[in-house]
């Protein structure tokens, strides 16, 4: 139970949002949902960004600090190709970036709009220029997926969530093994959407990529409720095992941080914050999340004080 004196896991920037409409340097609809990464000395962000036929590209921009002064490329860094690829028929969207020092690459897990539905697809780069495809890795309907940056027993692992096609079952986040990142199996439901009331119930999805911590590794997730007038995309943490991330250690009760600012609350969607990226420097982390589909917000945390507030607010 809340005690009344959340405060606040997250800080929003004070000139948030960062990056808007206005900033891209050739016409959009709309720019949101970015992966993040630190690339050498400068922050990295692979955002969506929406055309005015309603279709998804990415394109990256880059920032000294994080926060501003951001460099964004002048055209679409990296756009759908349906020709070879026909499941990018309706764009690409939502991306998540996982460093893999292993393999001395970025692997980059999307979502690609297929003509039956969302799926989840992965590329790799070396750069950020040019991206290697390596084909569809979950089919459709799935999205929200993530690698962990290392193996566990000789394994890759993947964050993802299927939606089930039954009604009514739950969209529950889901975890899977391989052993090549191409052939996927072993999949087992991790992290349950809950039911009723919750703000987490009945369909849930991971947020960033997991974040590693001497803990565990920490995942933040977003929770849909449907409410009378549409959804409120909200987010709570949990915490893997770090040895066995098929283990959750906790899982937040309460919501950490949920649509308040105008830019958060009114949008293409309404209620909607969306981080697809964080970067961990230290304790501290910088959120890179999207506001009601159009713009991209930064909210910073300390990571010793989320791993407290799971330790007292959790009910695994
Ligand atoms: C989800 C994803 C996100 C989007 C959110 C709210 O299903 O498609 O890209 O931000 O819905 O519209």
Known sequence: ???????????????????????????????????????????LLLMRVEDRRGI?????????????????DPAPTWLPDPATHPEEIWGIEDPRITRIDELNLWAIVYTAYSADGPLVSLATTKDFSTFDRQGVVMPPENKDAALFPVRFDGRWAMLHRPVPSFPNMGAHIWISFSPDLKHWGDHQILIPARRGGWWDANKIGLSPPPLYTERGWL??????????????????????????????????????????????VLGDVDKVVFPCGWVAQGDDVCMYYG?????IALATARISEMLGWLETHHTE
């Open 1 to 43: 139970m809340s005690d009344n004196s959340f405060k606040g896991l997250f800080t929003r920037y004070k000139d948030n949002p960062i990056i808007q409409v206005c900033d891209i340097p050739y016409p959009v609809n709309s720019v949101f949902n970015a992966a993040a990464a630190q690339v050498k000395d400068y922050t």
């Open 56 to 72: 998804s590209h990415l394109t990256v921009a880059r920032s000294r600090d994080g926060i501003a002064g951001w460099e964004i």
């Open 219 to 264: 995942i933040l997730y977003h929770g849909v409720r449907t409410t009378g007038s549409g959804c409120i995309y909200r987010l709570g943490l949990a915490l893997l095992d770090l040895a066995n991330p098929t283990r959750v250690l906790a899982r937040s009760d309460e919501w950490v941080f949920a649509p308040e600012e105008p830019y958060e």
């Open 291 to 295: 506001g009601a589909d159009r713009c």
